[in-house]
């Protein structure tokens, strides 16, 4: 079991920059695939970023490929989400979260795949 604690949103301008970390509970915390998601209210969750076990793969979303960079430091149990050049639409509540499904390609994309997650934390951009 492993359990995921977000930090790290708040409140910034258009073309600011954040990072979220999510910490991870746990000795097994290097098994898992690592993805991070986004919600509005009223909205489906959306996919932003995953990443391998090893950290050796990451993909994206569309809207998010080139400001957002997803990476993770296994010794210290935490992924970490980049992200530059904010616009308003990126506002939502972010949420880290832990898979162990073992795919192909070693990233996991679909949030029905990911067993565990995080409480969420807020990030707003303002125009």
């Known amino acids: 079991q492993v359990q995921l604690v977000e930090s790290g949103g708040g409140l910034v301008q258009a073309g600011g920059s954040l990072r979220l970390s999510c910490a991870a509970s746990?000795?097994?915390?290097?098994?898992?695939?690592m993805g991070w998601f986004r919600q509005v209210l009223g909205k489906e969750r959306e996919f932003v970023a995953a990443?391998?076990?090893?950290?050796?793969?990451?993909v994206y979303a569309d809207s998010v490929k080139g400001r957002f960079t997803i990476s993770r430091d296994n010794a210290k149990n935490t992924v970490y989400l980049q992200m530059n050049s904010l616009k308003p639409e990126d506002t939502a509540v972010y949420y880290c979260?832990?898979?162990?499904?073992?795919?192909?390609?070693?990233?996991?994309?679909?949030?029905?795949?990911?067993?565990?997650w995080g409480q969420g934390t807020q990030v707003t951009v303002s125009s």
């Open positions: 746990g000795r097994t915390f290097s098994s898992y695939a």
């Open positions: 979260a832990a898979s162990t499904v073992k795919t192909t390609v070693g990233v996991v994309t679909t949030d029905e795949l990911y067993g565990h």
């Open positions: 990443i391998s076990w090893s950290g050796g793969r990451t």
